[in-house]
């Protein structure tokens, strides 16, 4: 079966699609096939379509090749097969139990900042200890606001973060890694824009530290040392609910947190 992958926008059957993600993981047919626990023909026969892989199958290999949630639905629909993960809206009934977990989340590190952002670094939902983070921030990055645009554009907090180079890497290496994991277009995307953005990189990779803080001035001079913390729901089978993250960002000093008070 030959489907146009929506997300990507290329046209491909299940084989070719998983050809793609097994070159993306540098893996051969023969490694590929140990880590499925299946032989290399098999996996030969359906790369080529000359087999066409049951659901348990698309899944096993999908596992082996570490696809995420979403490109395992399309790996299925690609096969004929129906998708495993639903994706509902955040406001949707069935999601109550996951927008009150947020709303603990959050509740809970105020007056500490926390947001939630989805796959696409998008700001879902923020505590109001945010504050301190936008302050300054253009009202144009913040109509639709997205994480990694506030954090490094010129406009947004790059100006105040006195580690701006060191932060900037460690957030470019994050995505870097989202980037390779998801095969995403948009989030390509939005790595050779942030990339773009002026602050240069830090490659001593100081490995002596707890931590990649970030350290912040506030308008009026104050300096602030922030840690970041992601939290994410590990067992969650819908995509909605599989790619947000919640990063909190708690003082690393005594300084910052009789500050924040």
């Known amino acids: 079966m030959t489907t146009l992958d929506a997300h990507t926008g290329r046209s491909g059957t299940f084989g070719t699609m998983m050809r793609r993600w097994r070159?993306?993981?540098?893996?051969?047919?023969?490694?590929?096939?140990?880590?499925?626990?299946?032989?290399?023909?098999?996996?030969?026969?359906?790369?080529?379509?000359?087999?066409?892989?049951?659901?348990?199958?698309?899944?096993?290999?999908?596992?082996?090749?570490?696809?995420?949630?979403?490109?395992?639905?399309?790996?299925?629909?690609?096969?004929?097969?129906?998708?495993?993960?639903?994706?509902?809206?955040?406001?949707?009934?069935?999601m109550a139990a996951v927008r009150a977990g947020v709303?603990?989340?959050?509740?809970?590190?105020?007056?500490?900042p926390c947001v939630v952002v989805d796959r696409g670094w998008w700001i879902v939902q923020a505590n109001p200890g945010v504050a301190v983070l936008l302050d300054g921030v253009a009202p144009s990055l913040l109509e639709?606001?997205?994480?990694?645009?506030?954090?490094?554009?010129?406009?947004?907090?790059?100006?105040?973060?006195?580690?701006?180079?060191?932060?900037?890497?460690?957030?470019?290496?994050?995505?870097?890694r989202e980037v390779a994991s998801s095969d995403s277009p948009q989030l390509g995307e939005l790595l050779d824009e942030i990339d773009s953005y002026p602050g240069g990189y830090d490659d001593t990779h100081d490995l002596g530290g707890v931590a990649v803080p970030l350290e912040l001035d506030t308008r009026d001079g104050r300096p602030l040392?922030?840690?970041?913390?992601?939290?994410?729901?590990?067992?969650?089978l819908d995509l909605t609910a599989a790619e947000l993250s919640i990063e909190a960002f708690l003082p690393a000093d005594d300084h910052t947190a009789a500050a924040l008070r």
């Not at 709303?103 to 500490?112: G, I, N, S, T, W």
């Not at 105040?160 to 932060?167: E, H």
């Not at 040392?225 to 969650?236: E, I, K, N, P």
Request: aromatic content about 6%; glycine content about 4%; overall charge positive.
């Open 23 to 94: 070159l993306r993981r540098r893996l051969s047919q023969l490694d590929l096939a140990i880590e499925a626990g299946v032989s290399a023909r098999h996996v030969s026969f359906i790369e080529t379509g000359r087999s066409s892989p049951s659901r348990a199958m698309v899944l096993r290999l999908a596992a082996a090749l570490d696809v995420p949630a979403r490109e395992q639905n399309r790996l299925l629909v690609a096969a004929g097969l129906a998708p495993v993960y639903a994706e509902r809206a955040l406001d949707a009934p069935d």
């Open 103 to 112: 709303q603990r989340v959050l509740e809970a590190f105020d007056p500490y």
């Open 144 to 176: 639709r606001p997205n994480a990694l645009r506030i954090a490094l554009h010129p406009d947004g907090l790059a100006p105040r973060i006195r580690n701006l180079a060191q932060w900037r890497t460690h957030l470019i290496e994050r995505l870097r």
């Open 225 to 236: 040392r922030f840690l970041s913390m992601v939290t994410t729901f590990g067992t969650a």
